[in-house]
């Protein structure tokens, strides 16, 4: 079956605007997460659904990061006033509930000019 | 605070060569120890996993070995092969659903 995917699958920006950030789940998976990888690190963990609400969002920076997933399926990512330090790769995953293994997509290059 | 410490950062092998990976945690609340690749452009590929109830996984040329008195796990990769050549990051879960991603460590082997 079809497998986590992104979109889009690049996006440059400038400095103080406005992104989405859209992640289609495996079907069938109710929990989904959200990650952020910078260059050379680890992904970092941003925000975690169970459904159509948001269980856990201790990783988000600051108020400018924002996350909904309204019919507990597609889940979009919004930062708000975009700064470089956004940049770069954002990760989403999805799981069984109750199941531990997570599977990542291809994620969202994001490059703030 | 990294709760996850992976080593080597990198690693040069030879084609048939055995790479091994190592990772330390201090959280006693991780209770599942998955093992990602990734590939330059794409997303991990979660590769194999382990709890702590017991010491060894094995999966086709990859092996976890676990010691949870030390609170250390590592990834062994028999017969290495170049198509195995990509970024191996360990992680760790428990207390929460978020997993708690090591730096990552690249893998080159040669021809």
């Known amino acids: 079956g079809a497998g986590v995917s992104q979109t889009p699958s690049n996006k440059v920006t400038e400095k103080g605007k406005y992104v989405e950030l859209r992640c289609d789940p495996i079907?069938?998976?109710?929990?989904l997460y959200w990650y952020r990888q910078s260059l050379g690190q680890g992904p970092e963990f941003l925000i975690y659904f169970q459904g159509t609400g948001a269980a856990d969002d201790s990783g988000l920076p600051n108020d400018r990061f924002f996350a909904v997933r309204p019919e507990g399926s597609v889940s979009t990512l919004k930062i708000q006033r975009t700064e470089r330090g956004d940049s770069a790769v954002y990760l989403c995953?999805?799981?069984?509930?109750?199941?531990?293994?997570?599977?990542f997509g291809p994620g969202t290059r994001l490059t703030v000019t | 605070q990294q709760q996850v410490k992976q080593s080597p950062q990198s690693l040069i092998v030879q084609k048939g060569g055995i790479s091994i990976i190592n990772c330390a945690y201090e959280?006693?609340?991780?209770?599942?120890f998955p093992w990602y690749q990734q590939f330059p452009g794409k997303g991990p590929a979660l590769l194999i996993a382990i709890r702590p109830d017991v010491s060894e996984k094995k999966e086709g040329r990859f092996t976890i070995s676990f010691n949870k008195s030390a609170k250390q796990f590592s990834l062994h990769i028999m017969d290495s092969q170049p198509g195995d050549s990509a970024t191996y990051f360990c992680?760790?879960?428990?207390?929460?659903?978020?997993?708690?991603f090591g730096k990552g460590m690249k893998l080159t082997v040669n021809p």
């Open positions: 992680a760790a879960q428990g207390g929460s659903e978020k997993l708690v």
């Open positions: 079907s069938g998976h109710t929990a």
């Open positions: 995953a999805s799981s069984l509930t109750g199941v531990t293994e997570q599977y």
């Open positions: 959280n006693t609340a991780f209770d599942y």
